[in-house]
């Protein structure tokens, strides 16, 4: 997902000085507490920090009241502006070179817990955005996604799974707006790549956590207009959303089951769960029972079926034996090449042939992802080549690329509850050029998988906004895993 604060239509005019209307620069939602950093220099000029604000409607925020913030959510399509006061205010037309850093603290992603009462250690999100903006009006046009399709091939009645997406698939486009979310919903119709939904419940619920009323009947109007399926709840455990400490455990207690009620609600049969300590699922066990919930724990690369940190869930849910605790197998853990859209990207960033296959042969060995990781940093600083001209992404090439056998999936097949059919690109060839979606559905069909397999395009962490249509990707990916599993026997 483009990873920018501020894009070319950001500058507008302002009593006070000036305004930049500001993007989240994550995929999903996110506490205003997560703002750690802001700061801005126009025309070579830092504006100092108590000359900022951000407003959200009638309510701003100076900086240092941020973190104070963990009531307060930064909703996906939600745009706050960034207020500079200024002595001269800009006007119209007018043209500034501007940079904006901006850091964030990703409360879902623990990298450490905290001691003694204190703050866990959190995956930061860095966004350094320079760029020279006109100021433009408030009322910028928002293109829209056209395009003709013919209609997909119906499923069979002895097709041995069910297809259908999570709507993450279009995180980038539903964030920019291209989209609400009956808009979104339309065009999944229009294009047939259901009946599965998914979602991502801190993306698509403006009062996440709670699933409030209104989304209710908005949610179930679409579901009975086009026939969709209640395919698997995604859930996040936001244990750092306060800045000073992390959650208490009744906290994430608290949390999980405001999540559970709200996949209830909505008609959801499965919860993919982010966490699977022993504590909270004996806790949460009863709550799944009584709302007749399965709770899936996300196999995500690098990891595998066997990777050590999975095999201790999987002595958790044998202790537990409850056939309500299973897996989501994500297929990023299994793909045997690296993405040519992340290749692309690392291309943009500046990155030459023999870098680019530097970065591929590192990622082949089998050493962990963070050596991986430090060899290939390593070998730029070699170079004279910064990492940080790579943002995210010299990261990004290790943690969301696993190679996995495929075959290992069986190894759990019974307790997998839930298919994250992840991919990245579809070649002139109707292929996935970095996952063989042939041998998964080979492994899959044969072992007795009869769940759904839900499109996961991740894209969108790499290419630029508007360079592909995603849900036209997902159509020709439902067109490739079809055709592959009507050619494996089904037992």
Known sequence: MPNGLIHDDSLRAHPDGLALRLTIPWYRSLWL??????????????VDVADLR???GDTSYALDELPAQSERLWFL???PLLIARRSTPVALGETHDVVLHGELRLPYMQIAPGQDGGPGMYVPNVVHDVKTLTVVGADAEIPALVSDVTPPPPAAEDDPFQLGLTLYSASAEFRAGYFGFDGLLDRVAELGIGPGIEIVASQMVPTYPVVGDEFVRTWRAAFDRHGFVESSFGANLDMGRRRDRDMTPDEEFAFSTLMFEGAKKLGFPLVRIQSAKPELLRRLLPIAERLELKLAYEIHAPMGPNAEPILRVRETYAELDSPLLGFVADFSSTMHAMSPTLLRAVRRAGLDDEAVQRLQDIWATDATM????????????GRDFDPGRLGAFAHLAFNMHGHVDPREWADIMPQILHVHAKFYDIDDAGQEPAIDYPELVRVFVESGYRGFWSSEWEGHAFAELGEVDPLLLVRRQHDLIRSAMRTVPVG
């Not at 507490?33 to 830092?46: H, K, N, P």
């Open 77 to 79: 399509q939600e745009h």
């Open 33 to 46: 507490s997560s703002v750690t950093t802001l700061a801005l220099t126009v025309d070579g000029e830092q």
């Open 54 to 56: 951000v407003e959200f």
């Open 370 to 381: 963070q050596a991986r990781q430090q060899e290939f940093i390593a070998y730029l600083r």
